[in-house]
């Protein structure tokens, strides 16, 4: 059974350029959280879609969205970059409530 | 709000030496806790549940509402422990809140 699966792995971008990473979920996986960590601040939420709504969003700013497509793959855009939106961003899956949450390798975004 | 301490950032053990990973949360509901664990180049993987009650590599973690800890034991540790562990909380919605982490190191 694949993992959670996100593209790219590295991506290096300038600042006001913007991004799009993707996250494929686990087969059956209807429900993605997306998460950024730094080594200042951890992890943090971003944002959680269920069959292609979103559920719940994190404190940051709208330079950053999402979507979920009906196959629960899902997106994350963060636009006019900036030097400080360089992070690890983690994707994860879970069949549904009250299961863990399973987590992709993540994609590593260094803005210069 | 929903917030979740590590106090330690790093804990330096020897192998065989006991293990106390310390983990408090705030949150007013009756929240479920996580311990996650990323080892070296590799992905963030969950570790044990509260709700679970179970142990997993030989770790164990108790609830604690009256002192609002979810702390993570193993009674003697290996090399192979050595590892960044996070504890977490899903609390209102279903989003997980994480601690900053704790480094744990444990030395031959």
């Known amino acids: 059974k694949a993992g959670v699966t996100q593209t790219p792995r590295y991506l290096i971008k300038t600042r006001g350029q913007q991004v799009t990473l993707s996250c494929s979920p686990i087969?059956?996986?209807?429900?993605v959280s997306w998460y950024q960590q730094t080594p200042g601040q951890g992890l943090q939420f971003l944002f959680e879609y269920f069959s292609e709504t979103q559920r719940n969003k994190g404190n940051f700013p709208g330079r950053f969205s999402g979507r979920q497509f009906s196959n629960s793959r899902s997106e994350m855009n963060v636009s006019t970059l900036e030097l400080g939106d360089s992070a690890l961003y983690l994707c994860?899956?879970?069949?549904?409530?009250?299961?863990?949450?399973?987590f992709g390798s993540g994609t590593r975004l260094t803005v210069v | 709000a929903q917030r979740v301490t590590q106090p330690e950032k790093l804990l330096s053990v020897f192998k065989g030496a006991p293990v106390e990973l310390k983990c408090n949360y705030s949150y007013s509901g009756s929240p479920e806790l996580f311990w996650y664990v990323q080892y070296s180049r590799q992905r963030l993987q969950l570790l044990l549940r509260?709700?679970s009650r179970e142990s997993i590599k030989g770790f164990t973690a108790d609830l604690n509402k009256g002192e609002t800890s979810f702390h993570l034991k193993k009674p003697f540790a290996q090399e192979e422990d050595s590892a960044m562990y996070y504890c977490?909380?899903?609390?209102?919605?279903?989003?997980?809140?994480f601690g900053k982490g704790t480094m744990l190191l444990v030395s031959p």
């Open positions: 509260h709700i």
């Open positions: 087969s059956g996986h209807r429900s």
């Open positions: 977490a909380l899903r609390g209102t919605g279903s989003t997980l809140t």
């Open positions: 994860a899956s879970r069949i549904e409530a009250n299961y863990g949450y399973t």
